[in-house]
Nanobody, 122 residues
Framework: QVQLVESGGGLVQAGGSLRLSCAAS????????MGWFRQGPGKEREFVAA???????????DYADSVKGRFTISRDNVKNTVYLQMNSLKPEDTAVYYC????????????WGQGTQVTVSS
């Protein structure tokens, strides 16, 4: 069982930055694929970014087109934490952001956090 706890959300003006954190429990955190998703008002949940283990010490990151060049996902396997650095925020980035985890690269995410609100004012 993996438990995920997000933090770092808040209110920011357009053009500003926030860093979200997701602390995870679990002994094999380093091999989990970790992802960030978001759900805006009246919208379906959508993929934002993911970072997956590729063997050894290699990880690959994937991003939604809407956040490429603005958001960066990273992880600290010592702290069992994944981060989402969000720069150049736009009002359309307003959403509840969720952290998710799965034990492999394929298939659905098995574990989800409770979400953290990000509001970007214009």
């Amino acid at each position: 069982q993996v438990q995920l706890v997000e933090s770092g959300g808040g209110l920011v003006q357009a053009g500003g930055s926030l860093r979200l954190s997701c602390a995870a429990s679990g002994r094999t955190f380093s091999r989990y694929t970790m992802g960030w998703f978001r759900q805006g008002p009246g919208k379906e949940r959508e993929f934002v970014a993911a970072i997956r283990w590729s063997g050894g010490i290699t990880y690959y990151a994937d991003y939604a087109d809407s956040v490429k060049g603005r958001f960066t996902i990273s992880r600290d396997n010592v702290k069992n934490t994944v981060y989402l650095q969000m720069n150049s925020l736009k009002p359309e980035d307003t959403a509840v952001y969720y952290c998710a985890a799965k034990s492999g690269s394929n298939g659905p995410y098995d574990y989800w956090g409770q979400g953290t609100q990000v509001t970007v004012s214009s």
